[in-house]
Nanobody, 112 residues
Framework: QVQLVESGGGLVQPGGSLRLSCAVSGFTFSSYPMTWYRQAPGKERELVAHITSGGGVTTYADSVKGRFTISRDNAKKTVFLQMNSLKPEDTAVYFC?????WGQGTQVTVSS
């Protein structure tokens, strides 16, 4: 059974940081690229960051470049999203995705 379980979301003030994690089980994690998406209220789901299976190549949405960092630990079957300098417009539910599978999402709220 494939599972993607996100954690690490919460309420943070503008300028703050959060680190999201997505723990994977049920498939060979190290063989697949991983992607973080987010969906804000009333908006479409958008790609935030992507990492190749070996972790050597990463790509980011323009809106998060220089602030967010995606990484992975293939031994722990986990992908991370380090989010710094958070802005109110980063408020969304964040999802991890691999193959055709989605996690349940974790809420990130940036507000003073």
């Amino acid at each position: 059974q494939v599972q993607l379980v996100e954690s690490g979301g919460g309420l943070v003030q503008p300028g703050g940081s959060l680190r999201l994690s997505c723990a994977v089980s049920g498939f060979t994690f190290s063989s697949y690229p991983m992607t973080w998406y987010r969906q804000a209220p009333g908006k479409e789901r958008e790609l935030v960051a992507h990492i190749t299976s070996g972790g050597g190549v990463t790509t980011y949405a323009d809106s998060v470049k220089g602030r967010f960092t995606i990484s992975r630990d293939n031994a722990k079957k986990t992908v991370f999203l380090q989010m710094n300098s958070l802005k109110p417009e980063d408020t969304a539910v964040y999802f991890c995705h691999a193959r055709n599978y989605w996690g349940q999402g974790t809420q990130v709220t940036v507000s003073s």
